[in-house]
């Protein structure tokens, strides 16, 4: 079986080669290549064409292909839907800001989690995505929109911690100077919570965002729509949040989705803001997406300016995030659940 060569470091690509004969620039060389986009050896053009063959029966190229494409008319977001070598879907999303292009990408293929609202986590976990398929997600967004990537954002399809060998393996290449050279303060990692993930990476100290799915300051509440809090209580995920921060020394980014009569009251904002004293905490509130399998509906205008007050009003930032692509099945897994049914005929 073809190795997947997009997946390596230089260093790793740079072992490899010497084992073939090949001189060390030849390796930089490659992974240069690699990281603009190449679908094949052949273009490699200061290549000799024996090596170009050499490596093609050795190594693979992963190359996603565009399924679906939706082109937002209200604001200029953009979602693909890739498909993967084994024909499994994907979501990215190309977002504009005024201080940069933002993708946000997924990390798995389903996801494992369960959590009540959201659409990606319907039919399970089908795999985790290898290095280079994140990878792909941004070099190829990039190379088709024309819009140069300045901020990745891991809050697609799946759970980032729960493939985390594969993703600290793209935070390494995603970060290369040799490569797309984006900075890890340019980059948010989001997770619903795995506690035990989330004190191993605070070890790593990377200077990335860290963004905690929350959406509920009481267990009562969060265990009815994410069922990895039965594992790790709020008190646990926030404990190791504060030890996060002042081992990091970077707030954690709070998300939190405004449901209608399950995540918006009063007592519960109280609670959040009582919750995340002291630690630096951004409150990043979401408008519930629709997602017509789920019954859920979003809060009201006037529940999540009263919500986003009580937080303000005890210190806590707080910010309402902006929508963006609502006219293009922005919300994550949508557009892959949609494909999924045209495909099995329902």
């Given at each position: 079986?073809?190795?997947?060569?997009?997946?390596?470091?230089?260093y790793?690509?740079?072992?490899?080669?010497?084992?073939?004969?090949?001189?060390?620039?030849?390796?930089k060389?490659?992974?240069?290549?690699?990281?603009?986009?190449?679908?094949?050896?052949?273009?490699?053009?200061?290549?000799?064409?024996?090596?170009?063959?050499?490596?093609?029966?050795?190594?693979?190229?992963?190359?996603?292909?565009?399924?679906?494409?939706?082109?937002?008319?209200?604001?200029?977001?953009?979602?693909?839907?890739?498909?993967?070598?084994?024909?499994?879907?994907?979501?990215?999303?190309?977002?504009?800001?005024?201080?940069?292009?933002?993708?946000?990408?997924?990390?798995?293929?389903?996801?494992?989690?369960?959590?009540?609202?959201?659409?990606?986590?319907?039919?399970?976990?089908?795999?985790?995505?290898?290095?280079?398929?994140?990878?792909?997600?941004?070099?190829?967004?990039?190379?088709?929109?024309?819009?140069?990537?300045s901020?990745?954002?891991?809050?697609?399809?799946?759970?980032p911690?729960?493939?985390?060998?594969?993703?600290?393996?793209?935070?390494?290449?995603?970060?290369?100077?040799?490569?797309?050279?984006?900075?890890?303060?340019?980059?948010?990692?989001?997770?619903?919570g795995?506690?035990?993930?989330?004190?191993?990476?605070?070890?790593?100290?990377?200077?990335?965002?860290?963004?905690?799915?929350?959406h509920?300051?009481?267990?009562?509440?969060?265990?009815?729509?994410?069922?990895?809090?039965?594992r790790?209580?709020v008190?646990?995920?926030?404990?190791?949040?504060?030890?996060?921060?002042?081992?990091?020394?970077?707030?954690?980014?709070?998300?939190?989705?405004?449901?209608?009569?399950?995540?918006?009251?009063?007592?519960?904002?109280?609670?959040?803001?009582?919750?995340?004293?002291?630690?630096?905490?951004?409150?990043?509130?979401?408008?519930?997406?629709?997602?017509?399998?789920t019954?859920?509906?979003?809060?009201s205008?006037?529940?999540?300016?009263?919500?986003?007050?009580?937080?303000?009003?005890?210190?806590?930032?707080?910010?309402?995030?902006?929508?963006?692509?609502?006219?293009?099945?922005?919300?994550c897994?949508?557009?892959?659940?949609?494909?999924?049914?045209?495909?099995?005929?329902?």
């Amino acid at each position: 079986m073809k190795q997947d060569i997009k997946s390596m470091t230089l260093y790793e690509i740079t072992q490899a080669f010497a084992e073939l004969g090949e001189p060390k620039f030849r390796a930089k060389q490659v992974f240069v290549w690699l990281h603009k986009g190449v679908t094949s050896f052949d273009e490699m053009t200061n290549l000799s064409k024996p090596l170009r063959e050499k490596l093609d029966s050795i190594y693979t190229i992963t190359a996603p292909k565009i399924v679906r494409k939706q082109v937002s008319k209200l604001d200029g977001t953009i979602k693909y839907l890739w498909q993967l070598h084994d024909g499994n879907c994907v979501e990215s999303v190309v977002m504009q800001y005024h201080h940069g292009n933002t993708i946000c990408i997924s990390s798995e293929v389903g996801c494992p989690m369960g959590c009540k609202f959201c659409a990606s986590t319907l039919g399970g976990l089908v795999r985790r995505l290898e290095p280079s398929e994140l990878l792909d997600q941004v070099m190829f967004a990039q190379i088709d929109s024309g819009m140069p990537i300045s901020n990745i954002v891991l809050m697609g399809i799946g759970e980032p911690l729960d493939n985390f060998e594969n993703v600290m393996r793209f935070l390494e290449l995603v970060n290369s100077p040799d490569g797309l050279n984006i900075g890890m303060r340019h980059i948010s990692l989001s997770t619903c919570g795995l506690v035990d993930k989330i004190r191993i990476l605070a070890e790593k100290k990377l200077q990335l965002t860290l963004s905690v799915s929350l959406h509920s300051p009481d267990d009562e509440s969060r265990s009815k729509i994410m069922p990895v809090n039965k594992r790790w209580p709020v008190d646990e995920l926030l404990a190791a949040c504060r030890d996060y921060y002042e081992i990091t020394g970077r707030r954690v980014s709070f998300e939190y989705t405004m449901i209608d009569g399950v995540s918006d009251s009063e007592e519960q904002a109280r609670m959040l803001a009582k919750k995340l004293s002291g630690m630096g905490a951004h409150v990043n509130m979401i408008p519930l997406n629709t997602v017509e399998e789920t019954g859920l509906k979003t809060s009201s205008r006037q529940s999540i300016a009263k919500f986003q007050k009580i937080l303000e009003d005890n210190g806590i930032t707080a910010t309402v995030r902006r929508t963006l692509g609502s006219d293009i099945d922005a919300s994550c897994g949508q557009l892959r659940r949609k494909y999924q049914k045209t495909q099995e005929g329902e």
